[in-house]
C-alpha cells in the first residue's frame, strides 16, 4: 500500500515511538557492550528479555493503532478493501502471537 | 556473579554475537527511519517481528552455551553452586518464555 | 456482552472449532499419560509444544473471525459501541501476544 | 532415551503433574462448551490464553526438573551422554521459546 496519501494511525503519536524506539536501539548497542565486557550470560538474556517486551509493547501500540484508524476507514469504505485490510491485520497479528 | 575471572561459554563466539547484535541495532534504527517516513504501519510490524525473531535466536545462542558451560562447570562444582546455577538457568529460560 | 442476540463470526465455522479443541482435550489427556507412564520429560516437553500451538491456532482463526464479523459490526454502528470493540479486540490480541 | 530404567526429575512431583493437566483439560472442555453454547468470541480468547499460560507453567516445571535431574546426571556421566543431553534440552527450551 502507497504511504503517501495514507494517514496512518499512529502518525499523531508518531514522536512518541521515535523516542521508544531510539531507546530500543540504545538498548542494543547496550547488549554489545555487555558482550563486549564480557558479563553474565544470564545478566545479558534478562537484557535481551527487556528488549523484547519494548518492542512487543510498541508494537501492540501500532496494531491498536492500525485497527482503530486504517482498519475502521477501510471497513467504512467496505467491500475488498475492508477484506484485505481484515486479512492483513490478522496475519500481522500471527506473526507477533508467533515470534 | 563476578565477571572477572569467570570464562562464559559465550566467549568463544564473542564476535560472531557482537556481529548479530550491531545487524539488530542497524534493524533498530531502520524502525526508527520507517516510523519517521510514515511507512505503512503493516510493514513496520513485520519488521518488528522480524527483530524479535533476531533477538530471540541470539538469547538461545547464548542460553545454549550457558548450559554447556558455565552450568557444566557448576554441575561439577557440586553443592549449593549448581543448585545456584540451575536456579538461574531455570528462571532465565521462563524470562524468555514469557517475552 | 449477551451472547444471545449476537451473531459471533466463529460461528459459522463452530463445528470446525469443536473438533479442533475435541482433538486438544485428547491431547492433554495424552499429556497425563505420558506422565503416568513415566515417558521422557523432552517428549513430554515436545507434545506441550504441540498442544500450546494447536491452541494458539485456534485462537488466531477465532480472533480473525472476530475482527471480521463483531468488529465489522460494531465499526458500521460508529461511536462508543465501536470503540469498546476495538479496544477489547486489542487487548484480547495483547494477551495473546505475551501468553 | 528409554524410560523404563530412568528416574526422570518429574516423578517425585508425578501427582502435581497429573493434577495440573487433568485441570487443564478440564479447561479445553470448558472451551468447548463455550463454543457450542456460542459465546462471546473474546471470552474464548480469555479462557484460551490462560489455559495456554498454565501449559507453559507445566512445562516450564518439567525443564527445571530436566535439568535438575536428567542432565546433572548425564553431566555427571560427562562425554557424548552429556553433550546429547545438553543439545536436547537446549532444542526443547527453543521449542518452548517460539511456540
Known sequence: M???HAHHGYISNK???????KRI???TRGLQNMVADEKYCID???????V?????SV????LDEHLNHC?????????PVAEEKLKEASAAIAR???S
Open 44 to 50: 545479558i538474556l534478562t537484557q535481551i528479555s527487556a
Open 59 to 62: 508494537a501492540l501500540g501500532l
Open 25 to 27: 536501539e540504545g538498548q
Open 15 to 21: 514522536d512518541a515511538y521515535l523516542k521508544r524506539l
Open 71 to 79: 482498519v475502521v476507514e477501510a471497513v467504512a469504505e467496505g467491500g
Open 96 to 98: 507477533l502471537v508467533k
Open 52 to 56: 523484547t517486551s519494548a518492542l512487543e
Open 2 to 4: 502507497s504511504d503517501a
